[in-house]
């Protein structure tokens, strides 16, 4: 089968090299474009078209795909079917409607659960315990399409968005690899969603990060997780911006936000249900910190002080 992938950040790598070590002919790499990055800003390629480039496999990054450049081009590739994994741009009718075996979309959740843009980070972030990868058809709605194949990942006790997003991005490239041999064989049959039980996960926005002490001490450490590598969970310490990159859950009491131990490997602070033990953080124009460094070096610190505004969700950015 002749496939046309489309996909853009390192989460769809393992899917692009399954399928270029299948028997399924790759005809073409659709990635978004090349992003400036850094003071330079300079152009940075997606890791899919570092990928593509390295086996020899055409790539285009229109900016808009409802061109007749691109349909000219489309017209010329002529996929048999469109394999698409965190591309980061909504397919058009006319793109939808021109491969013989459609579009098929492996997302990172067990639809119609979370749909969205972050659906891992929100699976943590709302304390699930599993989460998965779903092979969908795509349609002109936002992952609501048939569903094809799921496939259910555990998620661990401390892991981290990144870490679980490395292990999606593995099972989504063997089920998207089973699939798309089914969908071959004519040996699949779509299964639609309910409606009725979609939940959303939103792209994450900077204030997304930011810890509310009122809440509970598990509710923030899945915030911790949650937002790894970016924006990471973030409050304020004497007037600097902190980030929190790894924490625990613990039992104990005091005024949300309040610092409540410095002794032992952990920074202590209070929330509105327990104690959250900070075990590595990163001040505003620092580097990140284990909290016993970070402790020995802020002689300031002291027990009875208050992370963010005592008592007050809106915290500044």
Request: glycine share 10%; proline share 8%; with cysteine.
């Amino acid at each position: 089968m002749k496939i046309l992938f489309a996909g853009t950040p390192e989460f769809a790598v393992p899917s692009l090299e399954a399928l270029c070590d299948s028997p399924h002919e790759v005809i073409a790499l659709l990635s978004k474009p090349d992003r400036p990055r850094g003071r330079s800003r300079k152009p940075v390629w997606p890791e899919t078209k570092k990928v593509a480039t390295e086996r020899g496999v055409p790539v285009f990054q229109p900016q808009d795909l409802r061109t007749p450049e691109f349909e000219e081009t489309l017209k010329a590739l002529s996929p048999d079917l469109i394999a698409v994994v965190a591309y980061g741009k909504m397919l058009p009718a006319a793109v939808l409607d021109a491969p013989p075996f459609g579009c098929v979309n492996v997302h990172a959740s067990l639809l119609p659960s979370y749909r969205g843009a972050a659906p891992i980070n929100w699976a943590i972030a709302k304390g699930e315990k599993k989460t998965g990868v779903t092979a969908m058809q795509i349609d002109e709605k936002m992952d609501a399409g048939d569903i094809l194949a799921q496939r259910e990942v555990l998620i661990g006790d401390e892991e981290t968005a990144e870490e679980l997003s490395k292990r999606l991005s593995l099972e989504g490239a063997h089920l998207l690899l089973e699939t798309i041999d089914r969908i071959a064989e004519n040996e699949i049959s779509p299964v639609k969603q309910n409606p009725a039980a979609a939940t959303y996960a939103p792209l994450l926005s900077r204030k997304d990060g930011r810890v509310d002490w009122n809440r509970g001490a598990d509710e923030i450490k899945n915030l911790v997780r949650a937002m790894i590598p970016w924006p990471c969970a973030h409050t304020t310490l004497g007037g600097k911006n902190l980030k929190i990159l790894r924490a625990l859950s613990g039992p104990g009491q005091g005024k949300p936000g309040e610092i409540v131990s410095l002794g032992g490997e952990s920074l202590d602070v209070a929330t509105g249900n327990g104690i959250l033990q900070i075990f590595s953080l990163q001040i505003e124009g620092g580097r990140k910190m284990e909290a016993p460094e970070f402790k020995r070096g802020r002689k300031d610190l002291r027990e009875g002080q208050f992370m963010g505004v005592p008592g007050n969700s809106l915290y500044p950015d």
